[in-house]
Each structure stands twice: as structure tokens, then as C-alpha cells.
């Protein structure tokens, strides 16, 4: 086990390893939108029934036969209560806990940033399923991957709210065509055009895994997801999975 002062750390399990796919779990954000509750406790470590949010998540990945590892990247303020989770934390799959070094909500480095930090620091080269520590959803991830090997594009989870103006302001609203693939993105609009929405369940192709590095590389400017999906709307072709049963995102004390 490295040092407490090291960048990430990381606890192995037994479990089967294919390297054909990654994950990623963002969870370095600060949840200012839930204080108290998160002022010294990070979101995806909440207790949701009799387990922390991130385990809900981790479950349902570890689903995925071709998944080999997953990367949970937080930042300095609550890396130690990942590292004392993850000691105690079952998988089948290897757990790495990554620290992106920033100590504040005004320095963080958004969810691109994150995933690119992960890429980097865990020179990952695989298919790559990305899921924000956030999100509480009950699909099969393995039903998305198998969408994913079949449309051998990048996917991003949407989920329908039914009403396009319960997303005004609020979501980022997908617009897709007859074969599901995206062809349209705008991030909290005034004036919905779909009841679709954007959640922060993506699989991204090994080959857009190596076009997103070069892209940030050579500076272009990806602030948040949304913006990610643009760009690959625009240059590189992406498809929606439609997120069946229930999905929350989990950002305010009512939710």
C-alpha cells in the first residue's frame, strides 16, 4: 500500500480481468446544494438503506464481465474518507481511489477534468464506462454495454422525465433520431425540445478515450459534460441508451 501522501491508492480483490473496459466514478465534488449534510462527509459516501451511494454503483457495475477495474476520483478534502471506505468496501473488481488535488469547490476540476485525470494517471487505454458518484439508478449496466458492442460507439444514458418542461432549466435535453443516435444536445434550456435527458452514465469507445486526450491536449476548452457531448455530437458520432426503471440524481435534500 502506498503512502496517505500519494496521489491514489489502491485495494485489489480477487475478480476476473478481461482489460477490455474500465470505469470511472466521479466523486470529487463538494455537494455545497446539500450542506450540512456534506460540509465534512462527501455525497457518494450518504448512506442510501444500509449502504453508502457508491456501493449501489459499484454493485451494478461489477455486474460487467469485461469490466477489470475501477477508478474512484475524489479530491484532497475527502480522499481519507475514501481510503478508510475502500479499506473496508467488498469487490470482485480492483478499487483505486485517485486524488485530483483540489481542496475547494472554486478549484475543482469538473467532471472532464476528472475523466481525464483518471486517463492520464491511470494511462487508460480500454473502453471506458464512466458514472457519476451521484447518480442512484436500478438498470442492468450490463444491458448499456451490450448496446455499446452493438452500436461500437460512444453511449450516453438518458432518461425520459416525461415532460419536456419538467427539464427547463434544470437538465441537459437530448435530442435523438429514429436509431437513437444523438443529434441534438443544449444544457438546461429554457424551452425543451425532448423529455429526454442527459444523466451522468456514459460508455466511451477506446478510440474516443485517445481522441478526448488529444482534444484537451491541444486545449480545447470542455468545462462540463455537456459540453463533451457536443463535441461528440458534432465530431465523432454518439448514441442514447434510454435508462429503463428509476434514476435520481441526487443534488438536493429534496431529492
Request: aromatic share 10%.
Amino acid at each position: 500500500m502506498r503512502s496517505k501522501e500519494s496521489r491514489s491508492i489502491t485495494y485489489k480483490y480477487a475478480g476476473i480481468a478481461r482489460n477490455c473496459m474500465k470505469a470511472v466514478i466521479l466523486a470529487a465534488g463538494y455537494a455545497t446544494r446539500l450542506y450540512p449534510l456534506t460540509l465534512n462527509h462527501p455525497k457518494p459516501l450518504l448512506p442510501v438503506g444500509k449502504k453508502p451511494l457508491i456501493e449501489h454503483i459499484i454493485d451494478r457495475m461489477q455486474k460487467v464481465i469485461d469490466l477489470d477495474a475501477i477508478y474512484v476520483v475524489t479530491n484532497d478534502k475527502f480522499f481519507p474518507h475514501f481510503q478508510e471506505w475502500a479499506v473496508n468496501t467488498k469487490s470482485k473488481i480492483p478499487v483505486n481511489v485517485m486524488n485530483d488535488k483540489t481542496k475547494t469547490n472554486e478549484d475543482r476540476l469538473g467532471a472532464v477534468g476528472d475523466i481525464n485525470f483518471a486517463i492520464t494517471q491511470a494511462r487508460i487505454d480500454d473502453n471506458l464506462l464512466v458514472v457519476a458518484g451521484d447518480n442512484l439508478f436500478d438498470f442492468d449496466v450490463r444491458d448499456m454495454v451490450r448496446q455499446f458492442l452493438v452500436k461500437k460507439t460512444s453511449i450516453v444514458g438518458v432518461f425520459d422525465i416525461g415532460d419536456p418542461m419538467k427539464a427547463a432549466g434544470k437538465f441537459g435535453v437530448v435530442e435523438v433520431n429514429a436509431e437513437d443516435r444523438i443529434v441534438g444536445f443544449v444544457e438546461k434550456p429554457a424551452q425543451p425540445v425532448s423529455s429526454l435527458i442527459s444523466t451522468a452514465c456514459y460508455i466511451f469507445s477506446k478510440s474516443d478515450v485517445v481522441w478526448m486526450r488529444k482534444e484537451l491536449q491541444q486545449g480545447v476548452r470542455l468545462d462540463n459534460s455537456g459540453d463533451l457531448i457536443k463535441l461528440l455530437v458534432e465530431k465523432r458520432g454518439v448514441f442514447a441508451f434510454r435508462l429503463p426503471g428509476a434514476w435520481y440524481d441526487i443534488g438536493s435534500h429534496e431529492e
